[in-house]
């Protein structure tokens, strides 16, 4: 089992930054990808970032592409989401997600689930 805790969300102004962070503990001795997906009230949920075990290879939703990125701590069981110029359209409940898979993009092939951070962004 992985657990996985996310920190980091909150009220943002439309054009701000925040960083989410993502703790995974329990069994990270696999090869474990880490990524966010987020669901705005009403929606699906959506696929944002992921990135692979060591952190060399990464992948973002074109959706967010050139605002957000995601990082890994060199201790491999800490991953961010960096996210900048922040839209109203980026509010949303942000999960963090494990996965044995290489780089996934699909929520159905994410093992384990953090619980979730409200991240609302302001006019």
């Known amino acids: 089992q992985v657990q996985l805790v996310e920190s980091g969300g909150g009220l943002v102004q439309a054009g701000g930054s925040l960083r989410l962070s993502c703790a995974a503990s329990?069994?990270?001795?696999?090869?474990?990808?880490m990524g966010w997906f987020r669901q705005a009230p009403g929606k699906e949920r959506d696929f944002v970032a992921v990135?692979?075990?060591?952190?060399?290879?990464?992948s973002v939703a074109d959706s967010v592409k050139g605002r957000f990125t995601i990082s890994r701590h060199p201790d491999n069981n800490t991953v961010y989401l960096h996210m900048n110029d922040l839209k109203r359209e980026d509010t949303a409940v942000y999960y963090c997600a494990a996965t044995t898979w290489r780089l996934p993009t699909n929520e159905k092939q994410y093992d384990y689930w953090g619980q979730g951070t409200q991240v609302t962004v302001s006019s």
């Open positions: 990135i692979s075990w060591s952190g060399g290879s990464a």
């Open positions: 329990g069994r990270t001795d696999g090869r474990i990808a």
